[in-house]
C-alpha cells in the first residue's frame, strides 16, 4: 500500500473552500485514491474515490494531476459540522488494506 | 438502505473480563471486517469474515476473535481485557471484501478497561 502523506492540521473559515494535499510518490498504476472522513468516536466515512483527472459527486472534488503523485481534496464552502479529520488512502480500500494514516484535522472555525 | 449497525455503543469492563461486540452490516453485504482504532496506533485491521469464514486475520493475539453468522451479522470477542485494550472498536461492510471496494464503516463501540 502506498504511503501518503498530509499536513496535520488545518484551519478554515466557514464559508471558505478548502483544498487537503495528500502526496502518494509511490503509488502504482493500479491504485485508487480514496478519501474518508471521521468525526470523533464514530467510524470513519467514505467521501470519494478517484483513478486520475477529476471526480466530483455531492459532497467534495478530488483533483488528481497526470502523474498521480498528488491528489487534492477539494471541499466547497466548509460549514462548522465539516470539521472532523480527513484521511487520504492509496491502493486497496478492501476488506483487509486498509491503511489509515494520521489524516488531517480540519478545523471550521465560525 | 440502513447503514452499519454497532451494539453496544459504549462499555466499561475491568481487566480480566471479557466482552462481545456485535455489528449488523449493510444488507446484502456479506463481508464484514473489524478494526481497533487508538489514538497512538491509529486503526489497526483485526479480521474479516465472508460466508461466516474467517478469511484474513491482523496482527492481534489470540484473546480476540470472531465469528459471523449465516445474515451475515458478526461478533467480536476480547477475552482477558488489558487496559491496553481500551479503544474504539469498528465493524465495516462490504459486498465482498473485494480489494477496490469501499469500506462502509459503523459508528464503532467505545470500550473502556478499568
Known amino acids: 500500500l502506498a504511503k501518503t502523506t498530509q499536513p496535520i492540521s488545518m484551519d478554515s473559515y466557514e464559508g471558505q473552500e478548502v483544498n487537503i494535499t495528500c502526496s502518494h510518490n509511490?503509488?502504482?498504476?493500479?491504485?485508487?485514491i480514496t478519501w474518508y472522513q471521521q468525526f470523533p468516536s464514530q467510524g470513519p466515512r467514505f467521501i470519494i474515490q478517484?483513478?486520475?483527472t477529476k471526480v466530483t459527486n455531492e459532497v467534495a472534488s478530488l483533483f488528481i494531476p497526470a502523474d498521480r503523485k498528488s491528489s487534492t481534496l477539494s471541499l466547497p464552502r466548509v460549514s462548522l459540522s465539516d470539521t472532523a479529520v480527513y484521511y487520504c488512502?492509496?491502493?486497496?480500500?478492501?476488506?483487509?488494506?486498509?491503511?489509515f494514516g494520521t489524516g488531517t484535522r480540519l478545523t471550521v472555525i465560525p | 438502505k440502513a447503514g452499519v449497525t454497532q451494539t453496544p455503543r459504549y462499555l466499561i469492563k475491568t481487566r480480566g473480563q471479557q466482552v462481545t461486540l456485535s455489528c449488523s452490516p449493510i444488507?446484502?453485504?456479506?463481508?464484514v471486517s473489524w478494526y481497533q482504532q487508538t489514538p497512538g496506533q491509529g486503526l489497526q485491521f483485526l479480521f474479516e469474515?465472508?460466508?461466516?469464514?474467517?478469511?484474513n486475520k491482523g496482527n492481534f493475539p489470540g484473546r480476540f476473535s470472531g465469528r459471523q453468522f449465516s445474515n451475515s451479522r458478526s461478533e467480536m470477542n476480547v477475552s482477558t481485557l488489558e487496559l491496553g485494550d481500551s479503544a474504539l472498536y469498528l465493524c465495516?461492510?462490504?459486498?465482498?471484501?473485494?480489494?477496490?471496494?469501499?469500506?462502509?464503516f459503523g459508528p464503532g463501540t467505545r470500550l473502556l478497561v478499568l
Open positions: 469474515y465472508f460466508s461466516e469464514t474467517q478469511r
Open positions: 478517484g483513478y486520475k
Open positions: 444488507s446484502g453485504h456479506r463481508s
Open positions: 465495516a461492510s462490504s459486498f465482498s471484501g473485494a480489494s477496490q471496494e469501499t469500506q462502509y
Open positions: 509511490n503509488i502504482a498504476t493500479n491504485d485508487y
Open positions: 488512502l492509496v491502493g486497496e480500500t478492501g476488506a483487509n488494506n486498509l491503511f
